[in-house]
């Protein structure tokens, strides 16, 4: 694929989405192209479309310009979508179906063949931020922009420990910080900091937490009488499957939450061994080697029982 500004030649009407329920990485590589183009096309129309990003993300510049619902027909010149497939871009998928010309950028292997005209998609990637990055031209970027592509970079690698995170990963992160943006406050704000609801049913899902395999996964979950009880979104329940993973001896942790009745989003995080990404595809999910995702109806130990005849394949395989 050309730099994001050839592909975009001569064009009046460009449409820039994620997926359904937006991370940091997401939220930050959208911006980071939305804020892009605003400044080096200002002649054209530029919209971004994302459900309404998680608070923390508000020190992103530009953020309050997200459309988070599309009432509009519009027929765009360009759809870019970006760290997903247009499966999974909820009401936005409109815009891409119309569009004249599409563009996928990702880094999902279950997303590897792309579903734009014209795709860069590359699953050793360590985000659709770095990817983002790599298409833009370094001597336009600005602190406002150079800022959404690392808080995107940072909440995909885990701040930079997990596996991956590359030299080329830390050499982009490098050249991003030279822009002179807070990068330690940023982390913080929008990684580590929790409200005091946030704690509580983070406290609450590691303490109802079970083992089993022996103790190689965890499981928990929380349902929607929960959520309303301590007064949280989804959103709100980022990073309780990446404290249930770094329990001494797990190999896999699942988190799920409730969506409706018999209806739960699930989150895997692995440490090595099981590759979740192939868990969460065969319920049509994705993501990558060490972090996935789908969403599973039936009833909770229903959901549990049938993940965990893949998880428990997979650690028999890589045991023997």
Request: with cysteine; glycine share 8%; hydrophobic share 40%.
């Given at each position: 694929?050309?730099?994001?500004?050839?592909?975009?030649?001569?064009?009046?009407?460009?449409?820039?989405?994620?997926?359904?329920?937006?991370?940091?990485?997401?939220?930050?590589?959208?911006?980071?192209?939305?804020?892009?183009?605003?400044?080096?096309?200002?002649?054209?129309?530029?919209?971004?479309?994302?459900?309404?990003?998680?608070?923390?993300?508000?020190?992103?510049?530009?953020i309050e310009e997200l459309k988070t619902d599309c009432p509009e027909d519009i027929c765009y010149d360009v759809c870019i979508v970006i760290d997903t497939s247009a499966d999974r871009i909820g009401a936005a998928k409109k815009y891409f179906d119309t569009a004249r010309k599409t563009i996928n950028i990702d880094h999902h292997i279950t997303n590897a063949d792309g579903c734009g005209t014209v795709?860069?998609?590359?699953?050793?990637?360590?985000?659709?931020?770095?990817?983002?990055?790599?298409?833009?031209?370094?001597?336009?970027?600005?602190?406002?922009?150079?800022?959404?592509?690392?808080?995107?970079?940072?909440?995909?690698?885990?701040?930079?420990?997990?596996?991956?995170?590359?030299?080329?990963?830390?050499?982009?992160?490098?050249?991003?910080i030279g822009y002179g943006f807070d990068f330690p406050r940023i982390i913080d704000q929008t990684f580590y900091e929790k409200t005091y609801w946030q704690?509580?049913?983070?406290?609450?899902?590691?303490?109802?937490?079970?083992?089993?395999?022996?103790?190689?996964?965890?499981?928990?979950?929380?349902?929607?009488?929960?959520?309303?009880?301590?007064q949280v979104t989804p959103q709100d329940l980022d990073g309780i499957v990446s404290q249930l993973r770094s329990i001494k001896g797990v190999e896999c942790a699942i988190f799920l939450y409730e969506l409706e009745q018999q209806t739960y989003?699930?989150?895997?995080?692995?440490?090595?061994?099981?590759?979740?990404?192939?868990?969460?595809?065969?319920?049509?999910?994705?993501?990558?080697?060490?972090?996935?995702?789908?969403?599973?109806?039936?009833?909770?130990?229903?959901c549990i029982n049938n993940l965990s005849l893949h998880i428990a394949r997979q650690l028999k395989e890589a045991k023997a």
């Open positions: 694929m050309k730099k994001i500004l050839e592909e975009l030649n001569r064009t009046d009407r460009i449409a820039v989405t994620g997926h359904e329920r937006p991370d940091g990485d997401c939220v930050g590589s959208v911006m980071a192209l939305y804020l892009y183009l605003k400044k080096m096309l200002p002649e054209a129309v530029v919209d971004a479309y994302l459900e309404k990003p998680s608070l923390v993300f508000d020190c992103i510049d530009g795709n860069y998609i590359k699953p050793d990637a360590s985000s659709a931020s770095e990817l983002v990055y790599e298409l833009l031209e370094e001597k336009d970027l600005d602190a406002s922009i150079a800022k959404a592509i690392y808080i995107g970079i940072a909440h995909d690698t885990g701040v930079f420990q997990y596996s991956n995170t590359t030299p080329h990963t830390m050499e982009v992160a490098a050249k991003l704690t509580q049913i983070l406290g609450r899902a590691l303490l109802e937490s079970i083992r089993f395999m022996d103790g190689r996964c965890v499981v928990s979950m929380v349902d929607r009488k929960t959520m309303a009880f301590y989003k699930v989150s895997m995080r692995s440490n090595g061994k099981v590759d979740v990404a192939k868990v969460a595809a065969y319920f049509g999910g994705g993501g990558h080697v060490r972090a996935a995702g789908c969403t599973m109806r039936g009833t909770y130990y229903d």
